[in-house]
């Protein structure tokens, strides 16, 4: 019993000279500073710029859709392809002159008419003039017959047109109606199918099996015949526009002929009159009369030539082919009319006023205007191109409830591999400071109208009230209480950063 005991007192004995040796260590080990692990930033100074990001698309700030100036008619022949590069007079497209050509040569004859009155006023009439005075009159009457049949010939394109677009329309309609009904009915049987198996025994395994598998397949065939019907009604949309453009254009040639053979019939009675005149002998007033016939025809002689040149479209400056729509033995007008997402036989863009538009969020808009410079990158070859920005709307965009404003920055001297069409990302410069004071943002707090940041200096934290001035992308500058050189806290992974205990030698400065 004894000899237990002193087993005791000597374990015990043991563990309070353990537990002493352990504090005398502790005590005597250094004390880690609780400041060593905060993640911290120096007051730096240098060069501070503020920046607004966007992405858009190149774009060129001269774009052409091109149409012939007259009125057009069946291309005959496309000079150009996608991509090729044309200088201005350049010819693009060429369509069947035949129709111009009968016009100018009608033109001139009715010139060389009003110039024989001339004579004839000047010099009176002989044997073979009024021979020429019969064969103009004549001529006249060719041109009203030429046109009267003109005009019927429009009126009955317009009426097949009208037909043909018609009957398009109509089969147009009978296959959504057909799709229709294949929907409806799909559904009826489904809605069958599905009463059916609610109303099956559950214990009737195999015909619950059958029924699944047929409500499967006709819920197949009725995702396929409503796909069907969203096509079919897609192709009559596109039908009747076909309709109505093509009527259209029909009608207006309709109108155009008209006029021509209104113009005929008034060229017949002044050719008239003027014979009648020219028979009855000079008279005060004819040769002035007779010199401004010669000038009317002149001018329609003037006007047929260029209905001729018209039949060729040439390129206004020197660019490069965007699109072709020309298609050799197609009416020039139903190509334009036809054309996806574009209008004009030939669109021609201008390669040297590159520019970029994007849309800038509503809280960004207000540091951006014109003549920034800006920095352009395309993602896609890694290039970096100067840029200024030219326009910033004034109507906002609104884009899933966003507002934004579209802004343009115009490309300095960009390289010959840029495309148009191409994605790009801009970087606007809206403010930039040189050798000032700068912090890192995150290091602010603001409370109220005043902004704090905490400073470490020697161990200690002190709360410090600090002036700002710009917002940069790398920082915040600093105009004033804080100095370079200057460690400032910055807030952990939590987001926030703790100021000093009371007594622990921290406060606020002013």
């Known amino acids: ?115 024989a009155s001339l004579q004839t006023a000047t010099q009176g009439r002989t044997g073979a003039e009024r021979r020429y005075d019969a064969a103009a009159v004549a001529s006249a009457e060719q041109n009203l017959r030429n046109a009267e049949r003109a005009l019927a010939s429009a009126r009955d394109s ?32 489904l809605a069958a199918l599905e009463q059916q198996l609610a109303a099956t025994d559950p214990a009737d395994t195999a015909t619950i099996a059958a029924l699944e598998a047929q409500i499967t397949q006709l819920e197949a065939q009725l995702a ?76 329609q002689v003037d006007k047929a030539r260029q209905a001729v040149e018209d039949t060729v479209l040439v390129a206004p400056f020197d660019g490069v082919v965007s699109t072709v729509n020309a298609v050799v033995g197609q009416s020039s007008s139903m190509a334009s009319a036809s054309a996806a997402g574009a209008s004009g036989l030939v669109v021609l863009v201008d390669p040297d006023g590159l ?6 969020a509503e809280a960004d808009a207000t540091s951006v205007q014109v003549g920034q410079l800006a920095t352009v990158n395309l993602p896609a070859s890694g290039l970096d191109i100067a840029g200024e920005v ?36 801009l970087s606007i410069i809206t403010g930039s400071e040189d050798d000032v004071l700068f912090v890192p943002t995150s290091a602010i707090t603001v409370d109220g109208a005043s902004s704090y940041v905490t400073r470490l200096a020697d161990g200690v934290q002190t709360r410090v009230e600090v002036e700002t001035g710009l917002v940069g992308t790398t920082g915040t500058q600093i105009l004033g209480g804080l100095a370079e050189g200057d460690v400032v806290v910055l807030p952990s992974s939590g987001g926030t950063t703790s100021l000093p205990f009371p007594g622990s030698g921290g406060g606020a400065e002013r």
């Open 390 to 425: 030219i326009s910033v709307d004034i109507a906002s965009t609104v884009t899933n409830n966003v507002v934004q404003y579209v802004t343009t920055v115009s490309l300095s001297d960009p390289p010959a591999g840029v495309r148009v069409g191409q994605t790009a990302s």
């Open 355 to 360: 520019r970029v538009t994007a849309s800038i």
């Open 1 to 115: 019993m004894n000899g237990r005991r002193v087993l005791i007192n000597t374990g015990l004995g043991v563990l309070v000279l353990g537990l002493g040796i352990a504090g005398v260590a502790a005590l005597a080990a250094p004390r880690q500073d609780p400041t060593a692990n905060l993640p911290t930033a120096t007051v730096q100074r240098g060069a501070l710029e503020a920046t607004v990001t966007a992405s858009g698309n190149v774009e060129s700030g001269a774009t052409a859709s091109l149409q012939l100036k007259g009125t057009g008619g069946i291309v005959t022949k496309v000079y150009v392809t996608t991509g090729q590069e044309v200088s201005r007079g350049d010819k693009l497209v060429r369509v069947d002159d035949t129709d111009a050509q009968a016009q100018l040569d009608s033109a001139l004859v009715a010139l060389d008419s009003a110039e």
């Open 158 to 189: 317009y009426d097949l047109v009208r037909k043909q677009q018609g009957d398009l329309v109509s089969i147009a309609q009978d296959a959504v109606d057909a799709a229709q009904l294949s929907v409806d009915l799909d559904q009826q049987q």
């Open 224 to 299: 396929a015949d409503q796909a069907t019907l969203k096509n079919t009604s897609a192709t009559l949309a596109q039908a009747k526009r076909t309709r109505d453009t093509a009527v259209q254009q029909a009608k207006q040639s309709v109108t155009t002929q008209t006029g021509s053979r209104d113009a005929a019939r008034k060229s017949l009675a002044q050719q008239k009159a003027t014979v009648a005149v020219n028979q009855q002998g000079p008279k005060p007033g004819s040769v002035n009369a007779a010199n401004a016939q010669v000038e009317s025809a002149q001018l």
